[in-house]
């Protein structure tokens, strides 16, 4: 594999600088520690290009905040970068370096990568079921315990240098990674980063095993084949590779009939004669609409969460849960016009626009 060099240079020159400050303030613009500094770019941005030609950037210390995560209902702790200059500084090194994680990344390799969602994720499952029912008959599926947190900064630095030549760029990666144990989830680099951490496994289970389905969505992993006992030696194999990088495989995985049961994987329920939504995401769908409903009007948070419920409900097919429980109450396209409008709000200063429902 050919090191890239001649990064650094790239990084902190002005005009990708700028682009970095424009990229890092969207959904931002009307809060005033961001317009700040948009209105006074050219000061901000010769000031980080300093910080990054004379190697005096020191990563501040994120705001801390737990949330519950409503897709897993796992308790989550989130790191807030400050804007200034930390939000500003991931950017601009990404948007160098995106290009170079992106060559080695698997195809199929999904999550916090553009264009690689949980849909593509949902997509490539189904698609592999209904057109080889030989060579999916059964399914392994397994995930990362407390991935985020337990990625080794040691390890992903030497990583990096198996990719990158260019020590001012090591140096900024660096001092990024041992900003926090771990890799913190809420940084831009974060997601990146985790995923490149887990490359050279991506790469083992295709070239070392031979698996010809496999797809990873962050840390969970879905292997598809026609002969389970292989499934458990490739299984091993993963488990020992993950060892060796200071990770482990959580001891809930599934060997199991891809005709026996459905695919739980992404919030949704595949098999080879359709796609169902979870129990569990069709209730809590159900909740955030009877709450809605109660308020007599549409936030923006709650927009945000129909939005996204929509696409649970459009890959699954579940047309008739969507006429039944949520469009009497909610309409997609008065969600979308409460999300589009403070989105435009956000961005020159202003109140939150709430839709009211219309009264039965």
Known sequence: MKRQGYIYEKIYDINNIKHAIMKASLGKRNQKRVSTILNDMDYYAYQIQKMLVNKTYTPSKPQIKTIKDTSSNKIRTIYKPNFYPDQIIH????????????????????????????????????????????????????????????????????????????????WLIDIIIDGNKGQPIGFYTSQWFANFFLEGLDHMIKEKLGVKYYVRYVDDLVLLGSNKRKLHRARKEIESYLNDIDLTLKDNW????????????????????????????????????????????????????????????????????????????????????????????????????IAKLKTT
């Open 91 to 170: 950017w601009a090194l990404m948007l160098q370096i995106e290009p170079i994680l992106s060559k080695g990344m698997y195809e199929y390799s999904c999550g916090s990568v553009p264009k690689r969602g949980t849909s593509q994720g949902q997509r490539i499952v189904k698609r592999w079921l209904d057109s080889d029912f030989k060579n999916t008959k059964y399914c392994l599926k397994m995930d990362v315990k407390k991935f985020y947190p337990s990625i080794n900064g040691e390890i992903l630095k030497r990583m990096f240098r198996r990719k990158i030549k260019d020590n001012d760029c090591l």
């Open 254 to 353: 599934q060997v199991f009939r891809t005709s026996k049961r459905d695919i739980d994987f992404l919030g949704v329920r595949l098999s080879r004669n359709k796609v169902t939504l979870r129990k569990r995401n069709a209730l809590r769908i159900r909740r955030r609409v009877r709450k809605v409903k109660r308020k007599g009007f549409l936030n923006e948070k709650d927009a945000s969460a129909i939005i996204s419920y929509w696409g649970w409900i459009k890959r699954s097919n579940s047309y008739h849960f969507y006429h039944k429980n949520v469009k009497p109450i909610v309409s997609m396209n008065l969600a979308r016009k409460v999300v589009s409008t403070n989105a435009k709000i956000r961005n020159v200063g202003g109140r939150e626009f």
